[in-house]
């Protein structure tokens, strides 16, 4: 009976806030169905059978982590929105006379109603959709599904773990909240008089002053692993410059509009400017909080598809061709044996060999100081190396190999050379390998030659073009010394071919190959090292690789779409409540509705359309730091980056115009409510 | 010259559930001369505050007339109503209704602003406004800092500086203690002898004695008015008391 008591005003009181519970219910269910759906998938034993499924379960697994740390963070934001609007009912049953026990047994209540709904509702359409997500899943990695439908009672357990865990740190912390106040307060508590906005001018300065640094760093960076290390100083920074800027900046905005007197004191600008005021100092930081999420949507959006899309070109970078034999020698007995080995395998299958490509290079890591390469091997253990930006590939090839390859015919005197850098741009005249004497660079050269190990390495790359060949051979031979004990030298013969067959077929052609090969080994102890890859082998690797964080992109960017939903829908309720009363004061002073519903309006609409626009300057700036990152993906395609991120904005935008026409409505049905 | 003319105004609602009818106002008819300070008095639910909402053009009457300088409410349009309210009715609310998110100054200019006077013409008519208000040195800051009277007398501000043909008080010393209330009546009374023309509705008796005439509406009638004469306060004071317990205790209309 008692039981049922409170139970029940658990319910009524829910109930009578539906406008605000229902859509954190409905968006905790969402979180409980996102966090089953990626559990499910990166925990699914038919997902680990695709080749390329191990990758993609460790992706998703770090998704879940994601998931979780965000999970938590937002619904104590959300929840603490929840609570504001009830503590008036709790200080009302608090002067009726209950205590703060009974107080507590109804919050119990409600919470546990509210994380049985959530986790029932978020399990059920997770275990729906989850064969859904998963045949997506399949599909991106090109493999084959298998039409079983399955639960996973392990993503299920850590589903139910993690949210009653999340929902039992939300009631102990509303629980603080109901213990520390006393019932007048809890009373009265929604409507504290509120004071004016203090324009904050140190913030405000100090916001646009991080933005600047952030959007400088973002724009000059050059060199790809520079790139990788500042993007997340500049992404920090940018997300405090957010905050400062939407809760400080646009209160100074305001201030000096109304310094301007002949421009505040007009029926257009007057109550806009002084309410924009307060609605940015109530809702500036769920604004920046919308633009960060907005942003982040973006950036992972357009990133992951990009590398999704561009993954074969990816592939080819990495592979140029079907069939790669890296040779670590230049001995010709040797490379002729395994050039052999290849010509047999081919002719035992009845194959032409396509694009074939061969080429002799030099290839060391090296720190570049002021255009000296240094090639000691103690300089580049990273850890005595603070600026890791300094490290290059070396590759050296003959001017004959290189006349031969591109079919030009470049002449260089002894001491001159072509250069030719990748990821990042050379600056300088000469180049200076070790100890030698400088050389002059002839010519800087565009990239002629897909080269694996490039395209493996977040260092950029030097290729030198020189005329004296054996003469450098002979240096690099002394400088590799020093990785004796890896028994690798510093030279390379490259051999490589397409094959017109299909898949299986050139995975069985490497296969041999690298069969013939180990034999030759085992007959000659002194044998090079060889590496023999085949494209085909690899692809299912990279597409499970892009795929899963193409899918990881597409689920973590629906759950901060649902966060930002959320916010904004929470945003439109508390300003309809706030404006109610102001809408009708300026009725009764002499405003016609028409007038202060055009006002409303355009606040409305610049405090909503605020984050989309900031979000695509975020993005913006942010758009060369993304391409340098996206080089260590082996992406190069800077047209297809453009392509996406316009058309994944234009779709957000599109997804943010619907958002409000759906959450505008809930506004004036409040504001409209009054009279 | 009558400034306001309200002839046969008649009120009836329609309750939401069950669709009963509430005839709030029957018959009221009654004229206000210009420069007349005149109070409305009346129990709760005897029809005050249909009445007041009527004359402010917020609310429209089911019978009779209501004129303004012998302009009927009835044939203003409906895309004016707002203007016209703007530019001859000053209010004055029980409850302020000052928009907290703007300085006292601002609240004032307000109606100035909708009305679309330059800001130099604006500063010129506030000041002589708020000194004889007490308010000057007030202006900057915001309705949260200052009392009730203070709020009151900045809402009197508002309502004065366009220059109304009349204000409508609602209740203007319900929210106030003794002492604002004597200094907001002194003041209307001032501002009365400046020759504002003033409609106040009020309960308070001690708010009606300061006025020049006090009508009473009973049930939705005017049932009895009373002029000041040449009588002082204090009897004023007196009359309107015997006329309340007249009232109350359920005389007929003589």
Redesign the interface.
């Known amino acids: 009976m008692k039981l049922g008591f409170y139970a029940r005003l658990a319910w009524t009181g829910m109930q009578k806030n539906r406008k605000t519970y229902l859509p954190y219910i409905l968006t905790c269910a969402g979180m409980v169905m996102m966090y089953y759906l990626i559990t499910f998938l990166s925990k699914n034993p038919n997902v680990a059978l695709i080749r390329g499924g191990s990758t993609l379960q460790g992706i998703l697994s770090f998704g879940t982590g994601v998931i979780a740390v965000f999970s938590l963070i937002f619904l104590f934001y959300t929840n603490s929105f929840l609570i504001r609007r009830r503590k008036t009912e709790f200080g009302l049953y608090n002067i009726l006379g209950m205590g703060k026990w009974n107080l507590t047994r109804i919050l119990l209540w409600e919470s546990a109603a509210i994380c049985a709904i959530s986790l029932l509702g978020g399990l059920f359409f997770g275990i729906l959709f989850s064969k859904l997500a998963e045949l997506l899943l399949v599909n991106l990695m090109g493999g084959k599904a298998s039409f079983t439908f399955t639960v996973e009672p392990n993503a299920v357990a850590s589903c139910v773990l993690l949210f009653v865990g999340i929902f039992a740190l939300i009631f102990l912390n509303t629980l603080r909240q109901i213990h520390v106040s006393n019932p007048i307060e809890l009373l009265h508590s929604e409507t504290v ?4 906005p203090k324009a904050n001018w140190v913030v405000a300065a100090l916001g646009i002053i991080i933005l600047a640094i952030a959007y400088y760093i973002a724009v000059t960076i050059q060199d790809p692993i520079a790139a990788l290390v500042f993007f997340f100083v500049a992404v920090v920074m940018v997300i405090i410059a957010t905050y400062l800027l939407f809760v400080a900046g646009s209160v100074v905005l305001c201030r000096i509009l109304q310094k301007n ?2 421009y505040y ?3 257009r600008h ?1 109550i806009s400017v ?2 924009m ?2 609605r940015m100092k109530r809702n500036g930081a769920g604004l920046a909080s919308i633009c960060i999420l907005s942003t982040m949507v973006l950036v992972m959006l357009s990133s992951t598809v990009c590398l999704f899309v561009g993954t074969e070109a990816s592939l080819h970078g990495r592979y140029p061709r079907d069939i790669t034999i890296e040779t670590n020698t230049l001995d010709e007995a040797q490379t002729n044996q395994v050039h052999q080995a290849a010509e047999d395998v081919l002719k035992e299958h009845h194959l032409q060999p396509e694009q074939f490509l061969q080429y002799r290079y030099l290839s060391l890591s090296a720190v570049l100081e002021e255009n000296k390469l240094n090639f000691d091997r103690g300089l580049l253990d990273t850890s005595s190396l603070n600026n890791t930006g300094q490290i290059r590939q070396v590759f050296v090839l003959s001017l004959d190999e290189y006349n031969r390859l591109t079919g030009s015919s470049e002449t260089l005197a002894a001491d001159e050379v072509l250069l030719c850098s990748t990821k990042t741009d050379y600056t300088g005249d000469t180049v200076t390998l070790q100890k030698e004497s400088p050389k002059k660079i002839k010519k800087i050269v565009p990239k002629f030659l897909q080269n694996g190990t490039d395209s493996t390495q977040i260092f950029p790359s030097l290729f030198i073009i020189v005329p004296n060949f054996e003469q450098e051979r002979q240096a690099f031979r002394e400088w590799a010394k020093t990785y004796a004990e890896y028994e690798i030298s510093a030279e390379f013969d490259f051999y490589g071919f397409d094959l017109s067959g299909d898949d299986s077929e050139e995975i069985a052609v490497r296969n041999e190959i690298s069969q013939k090969i180990q034999k030759l080994q085992q007959e000659n102890s002194d044998f090079a090292s060889v590496r023999t890859d085949s494209l085909a082998r690899n692809r299912a690797e990279f597409y499970g690789l892009n795929g899963g964080l193409l899918f990881l992109g597409i689920l973590l960017g629906i759950v901060f779409i649902l966060a930002a939903v959320l916010i904004m829908y929470y945003k439109q309720i508390s300003e309809g409540y706030e404006d109610r009363g ?1 809408f ?9 509705k028409r ?1 202060i519903k055009k006002s409303i309006n355009s606040q409305v609409l610049t405090v909503f359309f605020l984050p989309l626009l900031a979000a695509g300057v975020h993005v913006t700036f942010a758009f060369p730091m993304i391409s340098k990152l996206l080089l260590l993906f082996g992406l190069y395609n800077t047209t297809l980056l453009i392509a996406v991120s316009v058309a994944c904005y234009l779709l957000f935008a599109l997804l943010y115009v619907l958002i409000y026409f759906v959450t505008s409505r809930a506004y004036y049905d409040i504001v409209s409510g009054a009279k | 010259m009558s400034i306001l003319e309200v002839n046969n105004l008649k009120k009836v609602y329609t309750t939401r559930f069950g669709g009963n009818q509430v005839e709030a106002l029957k018959n009221v008819s009654f004229s206000v001369e210009k420069g007349e300070y005149v109070a409305i008095m009346g129990e709760s639910g005897s029809g005050k505050t249909t009445l007041l909402n009527i004359l402010a053009a917020l609310d429209k009457p089911t019978g009779g007339s209501v004129l303004l300088d012998a302009r009927d409410f009835s044939k203003i349009k409906e895309s004016e109503i707002a203007s016209f309210r703007r530019d001859n009715l000053g209010f004055v609310f029980q409850d302020f209704n000052l928009l907290d998110t703007f300085s006292l100054m601002d609240n004032i200019y307000l109606p100035l602003v909708l009305a679309g006077v330059p800001h130099r013409e604006m500063e010129r008519r506030l000041r002589p406004i708020a000194e004889q208000l007490g308010i000057l040195e007030l202006l900057p800051k915001y309705p949260y800092e200052v009392s009730g009277g203070q709020k009151q007398r900045a809402a009197v501000a508002r309502a004065l500086i366009t220059n109304p043909r009349l204000i409508l008080a609602d209740e203007p010393t319900g929210a106030l203690d003794s002492k604002s209330t004597d200094e907001l009546l002194q003041l209307f009374a001032q501002i009365n002898r400046s020759g504002q023309t003033i409609l106040m509705v009020t309960h308070s008796l001690k708010a009606a004695c300061h006025a020049g005439r006090v009508l009473f509406i009973k049930d939705g009638e005017v049932f009895h008015q009373i002029y000041r004469g040449g009588s002082t306060k204090e009897t004023m004071y007196q009359k309107i008391s015997d006329t309340l317990t007249v009232l109350t205790t359920g005389g007929d209309r003589k």
């Not at chain 1, 008089?193 to 004016?196: K, N, T, V």
């Not at chain 1, 009708?584 to 016609?592: A, P, R, S």
Request: a positive charge; hydrophobic letters at 25%.
């Open positions: 008089g509120e004071r004016p007197k002949s004191y007009k029926t007057f002084s309410s005021m307060y102001r009708e004061i300026m009725q009764k002073v002499g405003m016609t007038e």
